[in-house]
């Protein structure tokens, strides 16, 4: 589709605050709709497109997966709005939040009683933060074998 006017990619980037090649990447895999192009080939965004890169935008800043952007854009179209499917996405995202939010207060925790017994004073023969690193798993437990 040939448009002779439109939103170049670099004025849609600027107003949507999604940079270049994030532009580019969501039209690759469909969550913003190929542009249609100028006579020299220039991509021509509609002013909607806007609209739905603000969305996406925000989606992410949410913690949303591309995945779940997906859902939800499809349950934003006209005709298809049924907030009892959004509440669904959305409920499943509220879970992983928590669980997120439940694995950084147990982070915390260790971090901060590990910090708390931090020398102040020269070099140390050991230092806790790094103990913990190289005996720790990603969960802040120790490792078995140590």
């Given amino acids: 589709m040939r448009a002779s006017h439109g939103l170049s ?3 849609v980037a600027r107003s949507s605050g999604v ?3 994030t532009i580019r990447y969501y ?3 469909g969550l913003i709709p190929a542009p249609g192009r100028t006579e020299g080939g220039h991509r021509a965004y509609e002013p909607l497109a806007l609209r739905r890169l603000a969305f996406v935008r925000r989606s992410r800043e949410l913690g949303f997966s591309i995945e779940e952007i997906r859902a939800l854009l499809g349950l934003a ?4 709005r049924a907030c009892e499917d959004v509440r669904v996405v959305a409920e ?3 879970k ?6 439940a694995d ?3 982070l915390e925790a260790v971090l901060a009683e590990t910090v708390g017994r931090c020398g102040t004073e020269g070099p140390a ?9 190289e005996t720790a798993d990603a969960k802040g437990r120790r490792d078995s074998k140590t």
């Fill in 19 to 21: 940079h270049l090649e």
């Fill in 77 to 80: 179209e006209p005709g298809h």
């Fill in 104 to 106: 950084l207060a147990r």
């Fill in 125 to 133: 023969p050991s230092c806790p933060v790094l103990e913990l690193l």
């Fill in 96 to 101: 992983d939040v928590r669980a997120k939010i």
């Fill in 92 to 94: 499943a995202h509220l």
């Fill in 9 to 11: 990619i670099g004025r």
């Fill in 27 to 29: 039209e690759r895999i």
